[in-house]
């Protein structure tokens, strides 16, 4: 048996019309009304949102012509619409200040969320992109105000429990591209901060009855709000359904003791 160490890393993905340096593109599923959708979303907007000067969101792209049964693109399709995703940036980049926010699939449906600065003339500027570019494509353009940015924070970013889980997909993937099969249980490795030690010493009591060890005691920084760190671990298997299980659960219990959770760490177990 073969063990590695593997911890939570997050990664980005940045599609080529993305506008800033400081970015973090993720994608999720969500369940919407007549099924599920698909949402890419840059999390990394999350810290100035709303943006005061850009308070308009522009809501465009085209109704999918290979559509699958469950409101997606199929395969062969996927080239021509990054294609019309990719010059829909352009030509915002051009006219306006912006700021690429997301892209929505849902039920026959790919559209692209800019947040720009003005919006005169451009409704025009993309009517006539479609029918120059994309004439045989149905195109849908929605423009609207939206100072508080609403349709990105309830929208396109993905809740306190989705966002949990996103993560968690990252670390069991990297352990299944490892070899892991994910069907055995080993040491889990958590790590929780808190405002202040007592905090700290009150969370770890609830966490002993639950089975947890203290891997690390004392540790603390002086950079962060919460400077007091608990570093625990307890058996289990590191499956999608246990970690949301299990992180979330963590996550509520550190609140009510003034804490966050942080992260999670574990090995790679190879038969």
Known sequence: MKWTALSLFIFCFTPTH?????????????PFAKGNGSVLVNLGLKEKAPAEELKYVVMTGVKIKECTPDGF???????????????????IEKKKRNLAAGTV???????DYFYVNDTTLL??????????????????????????WDKYLNVLYPNGETLESMKNQKVLLQLTRAGDKLTKERPIYHTIQFTTEEDRRQFFAWAYEQN?????????TDTSAHPFILKMYREDKPD??????????????????????????TFVIKD
């Open 105 to 111: 699939t849902y039920n026959c449906e790919r559209l």
């Open 18 to 30: 993305a506008q800033e340096a400081k970015e973090n593109w993720d994608t999720y599923l969500v």
């Open 123 to 148: 409704r025009k500027y993309l009517n006539d992109y479609y029918k120059t570019f994309y004439p045989q494509y149905s195109f849908i353009i929605r423009i609207q105000e939206d100072k508080g």
């Open 212 to 220: 947890f060890k203290v891997e690390k005691d004392g540790l603390r």
């Open 73 to 91: 693109a199929a395969e062969k399709e996927f080239q021509t619409l990054y294609k019309i995703s990719d010059g829909v940036a352009e030509l």
């Open 240 to 265: 999608l359904t246990t970690m949301n299980r299990l992180t979330l659960y963590l996550s509520k219990e550190a609140a009510r003791f003034n804490g966050i959770y942080s992260s999670w760490e």
